[in-house]
């Protein structure tokens, strides 16, 4: 078994608890928050320490592999957790049995895939990336570092994502398509022309303000 731990104790990191466990591949061995006290148990886990204790402890042999569970409403903090430990400590794969992977597919390091996923054919998924449960990636896309997939988007082929893109809840996007770094894209989005860098796309949503009897 793989031991593995976690940047992060929230809830992000509780739910790859629970998908790392759940592939027989992992046993969580704690996880490194800056905000909580080291030994307090959280779901059967310590907290082993801080982010600055991460080296000291992969090299005192305590873990085999990080994993970045740090959420979208913190990119940044998210981007340099992975920054900082890349190619000093080895980052696990998180992947559904249920996931979908085509043999041409390339994927990075630290990445999870969940359940129902679909990865296309010549599709590069970068480090650092999670898609959620049923996203869909056709052929010949790019997916670059530090990305999150809410879960049921679908991609069509030849659509290419920058660095720290986050993808709402059911997006659909349109064939050939560049999204680039930093881009929103609210749920139930439909994607069909280029987005530009560092802006927020959100779709009109339907709110009930009330029934009269």
């Known amino acids: 078994?793989?031991?593995?731990?976690?940047?992060?104790?929230?809830?992000?990191?509780?739910?790859?608890?629970?998908?790392?466990?759940?592939?027989?591949?992992?046993?969580?061995?704690?996880?490194?928050?800056?905000?909580?006290?080291?030994?307090?148990?959280?779901?059967?886990?310590?907290?082993?320490?801080?982010?600055?204790?991460?080296?000291?402890?992969?090299?005192?042999?305590?873990?085999?592999?990080?994993?970045?569970?740090?959420?979208?409403?913190?990119?940044?903090?998210?981007d340099y957790c992975y920054k900082r430990f890349k190619g000093k400590i080895p980052f696990a794969n998180i992947i559904s049995k249920?996931?979908?992977?085509?043999?041409?597919?390339?994927?990075?390091?630290?990445?999870?895939?969940?359940?129902?996923?679909?990865?296309?054919?010549?599709?590069?998924?970068?480090?650092?990336?999670?898609?959620?449960?049923?996203?869909?990636?056709?052929?010949?896309?790019?997916?670059?570092?530090s990305c999150f997939f809410a879960g049921r988007d679908v991609i069509a082929g030849f659509t290419h994502f920058g660095e720290r893109v986050f993808v709402g809840i059911s997006v659909c996007v349109s064939d050939n398509i560049n999204i680039e770094d930093e881009v929103w894209i609210g749920l139930g989005c439909i994607v069909a022309q280029n987005l530009k860098a560092k802006t927020k796309y959100m779709s009109p949503a339907v709110r009930l303000v009330g029934i009269r009897n």
């Not at 320490?49 to 994993?67: A, H, R």
């Not at 390091?109 to 990636?137: A, F, S």
């Open 1 to 78: 078994m793989k031991r593995i731990a976690f940047l992060g104790s929230k809830e992000l990191a509780l739910q790859m608890t629970e998908f790392a466990e759940h592939t027989g591949e992992f046993v969580v061995t704690g996880y490194f928050d800056d905000f909580e006290e080291r030994g307090k148990i959280i779901n059967n886990a310590p907290i082993l320490g801080k982010i600055d204790d991460v080296e000291k402890l992969y090299d005192c042999g305590e873990f085999d592999y990080l994993f970045v569970a740090v959420g979208y409403n913190n990119f940044v903090f998210r």
């Open 98 to 145: 249920g996931a979908i992977i085509h043999k041409d597919a390339k994927i990075g390091e630290g990445v999870y895939i969940g359940p129902q996923c679909d990865i296309g054919k010549n599709t590069v998924i970068g480090n650092n990336v999670c898609l959620h449960v049923g996203t869909i990636i056709a052929h010949d896309c790019s997916v670059g570092d």
